[in-house]
Nanobody, 122 residues
């Protein structure tokens, strides 16, 4: 059973930065695509970014492109989301997920983490 655990969320001022981590266990992390998603209050969960198993393919939603960077360290079974120039619209619970690339870009995943809260406020 694959387990994903997110960390790194918190409260940040507009214009600030955070780095989220997603630690994976129980599966074949190094051969799996990883994705980040977010769910704002009273809204559905949506795709934010994905990365292929080898890091060769990365894709972002338009709302975060040029501000967020996804990466992974297969030796540590961990994926990251570096978030810069945050604004209040980025406030959400952020989830990581693993699955096929086609799944991830359609807001779905085989396995999900429990989520980490990111709040952008002055």
């Amino acid at each position: 059973q694959v387990q994903l655990v997110e960390s790194g969320g918190g409260l940040v001022q507009p214009g600030g930065s955070l780095r989220l981590s997603c630690a994976a266990s129980g599966g074949t992390f190094s051969s799996s695509a990883m994705g980040w998603f977010r769910q704002a209050p009273e809204k559905e969960r949506h795709f934010v970014a994905l990365i292929s198993w080898d890091g060769g393919v990365k894709h972002y939603s338009d709302s975060v492109k040029d501000r967020f960077t996804i990466s992974r360290d297969n030796a540590k079974n961990t994926a990251y989301l570096q978030m810069n120039n945050l604004n209040t619209e980025d406030t959400a619970v952020y989830y990581c997920g693993t699955g096929y690339l086609a799944q991830l870009v359609q807001d779905t995943a085989e396995y999900w983490g429990q989520g980490t809260q990111v709040t952008v406020s002055s």
